[in-house]
């Protein structure tokens, strides 16, 4: 509606710095308090963690860079499922939606949750890692609540993503302080893990580790993938958002590292590796009593974190319906709200039914595999384009080299686990995106039975009070 445009004309008014803000706000979430026990335990030594938390952040930054001359190519909101609609066409796009709706946002949703539910239950459980259920319940009450905000009111949802953004920049800075603290005191732990003889002491070599612990470490650099939203606010995106990138992920990418520090500064690497909850645990040595502290701040960056996946889990729905690869309804906004409320639902039911079985190290596992295989497949058309169509209009250019190298790490990234260790799950995710062929053909492609869903989008409709949108929402 016109005031959308109206907002939307104001908002171009973010500089280099804004857009500095907004790229590492965007990025730092939830991953990285749950991650470096986890990139430990895979490579087994702090040296060579160290190394795959520097890797990431480069890689993060090739994939962010490639995708900003994609979305200056096609600049339209839905993502990757935009991009491969424009670049491959109709039926390759309906399987990136409905891996995305179906399968990376819900896990991605699943895992921000049982985040938050980990670091609310550890300081009931000093020692131990809280019990299962309670995790699993909590976490299933964070989504509702995400949810919730989202369906209520977009401004709200807004509003709550600056306090978030606070939490979290006030969390990780403490840790880095705390842990530069500890350097100048001089604690024990130090000498032990930053020995340069014992930095790489047990170092696990394997193509599975080194994949699984990148796709640890990519997880906490999660937001490289859309940032594209972003041109839309900047001054001069061409040249602004290329060098914000530029800039955020080198922050980030140092703050992951100071982190990662600052937690072995107090541990030992057995004990970051055993820890629930390792903010906590760093929190617990560090602020003695006031140990908790650590606990809200990080579960409240967290739940920033989910709630931001929500406030963009709609788009992909959105378009995706528009395209007329998902049911209509999912399409529709509230009448008065006008939030996606029919999309929004139905991530969260089927966030919820990833929760139940899921563990967070094998939620993270399916959603990289699963990603990672996607972005290759964007990268590759990117590359396409570079080659075969060089005249089109393009405010900024990307070195081909490097989507190329982006493209390599992706190949890696989603080969390296199955060759080296052939698991079931993967067969899964392969067969759950080729049963989309069963529901393509018949329904999409040749436009089946068009009237069977129509009697359920009118009640559905009538029930959520919902409306088709306008394209601009």
Same mark, same amino acid.
């Given at each position: ?69 994609? %979305? ?15 670049i491959y066409g109709s039926f390759p796009a309906f399987f990136a939606a409905i891996t995305f709706i179906l399968l990376l946002k819900p896990s991605s949703i699943a895992a921000k949750a049982m985040t938050i539910a980990r670091y609310v239950m550890a300081p009931f459980y000093p020692g131990c890692p809280p019990p299962q259920l ?44 705390? %842990? ?160 996606p409320s029919p999309a929004l639902i139905f991530t969260t039911i089927i966030s919820l039914v990833v929760l139940i079985p899921g563990d967070f190290q094998s939620i993270v596992n399916y959603f990289s595999f699963t990603a990672w295989f996607f972005y290759a497949i964007v990268l590759s058309g990117l590359i396409y384009l570079k ?87």
């Amino acid at each position: 509606g016109g005031e959308t445009s109206r907002s939307l004309q104001l908002k171009r008014e973010i500089g280099l710095i804004g857009g500095v803000a907004i790229v590492s706000g965007s990025m730092i979430g939830a991953g990285i308090f749950m991650s470096p026990q986890y990139v430990l335990a895979y490579v087994g030594s702090p040296g060579a963690s160290m190394l795959i938390w520097v890797f990431s952040g480069v890689v993060a930054l090739f994939g962010a860079l490639s995708y900003i001359e994609l %979305g200056t190519i096609i600049p339209e909101s839905g993502g990757e499922f935009t991009y491969i609609l424009r670049i491959y066409g109709s039926f390759p796009a309906f399987f990136a939606a409905i891996t995305f709706i179906l399968l990376l946002k819900p896990s991605s949703i699943a895992a921000k949750a049982m985040t938050i539910a980990r670091y609310v239950m550890a300081p009931f459980y000093p020692g131990c890692p809280p019990p299962q259920l309670a995790v699993k319940c909590f976490a299933a009450f964070s989504i509702l609540v995400a949810a919730m905000t989202n369906i209520l009111n977009v401004r709200l949802a807004l509003r709550v993503q600056v306090i978030f953004l606070v939490a979290k920049v006030f969390s990780l800075t403490f840790i880095v302080i705390g %842990g530069l603290v500890k350097v100048l005191q001089g604690s024990t732990v130090i000498e032990e893990n930053f020995d340069v003889e014992n930095a790489f002491q047990g170092t696990q070599f394997s193509l599975n580790t080194l994949g699984k612990a990148l796709l640890q470490g990519l997880w906490s650099y999660g937001g490289w993938s859309n940032l594209n939203y972003v041109t839309e606010e900047l001054n001069r995106p061409e040249v602004n958002l290329p060098r914000a990138v530029l800039i955020a992920i080198s922050l980030v990418t140092t703050l992951y590292l100071l982190v990662n520090v600052s937690y072995l500064t107090v541990m030992t690497p057995k004990e970051l590796m055993s820890s629930s909850a390792v903010a906590v645990t760093w929190g617990n040595k560090v602020l003695g009593s006031w140990g908790w502290v650590m606990s809200v701040a990080a579960a409240l960056s967290a739940f920033g974190s989910l709630n931001g996946t929500f406030f963009s889990g709609g788009r992909v729905c959105f378009v995706a319906a528009r395209e007329g690869h998902m049911p209509d309804i999912l399409s529709m906004a509230h009448v008065h709200r006008l939030t996606p409320s029919p999309a929004l639902i139905f991530t969260t039911i089927i966030s919820l039914v990833v929760l139940i079985p899921g563990d967070f190290q094998s939620i993270v596992n399916y959603f990289s595999f699963t990603a990672w295989f996607f972005y290759a497949i964007v990268l590759s058309g990117l590359i396409y384009l570079k080659i075969k169509k060089p005249d089109l209009p393009r405010p900024y250019k990307v070195p081909i080299v490097i989507p190329i190298l982006v493209l390599a790490a992706a190949i890696f990234l989603v080969l390296a686990p199955i060759i080296d260790n052939p698991q079931i799950e993967y067969l899964y995710v392969a067969l759950f995106i080729l049963s989309g062929v069963i529901v393509y053909i018949p329904f999409i492609h040749y436009k089946l039975c068009p009237g069977m869903l129509d009697k359920l989008t009118v009640f559905l409709q009538l029930f959520l009070e919902v409306a088709p949108a306008d394209k601009n929402l």
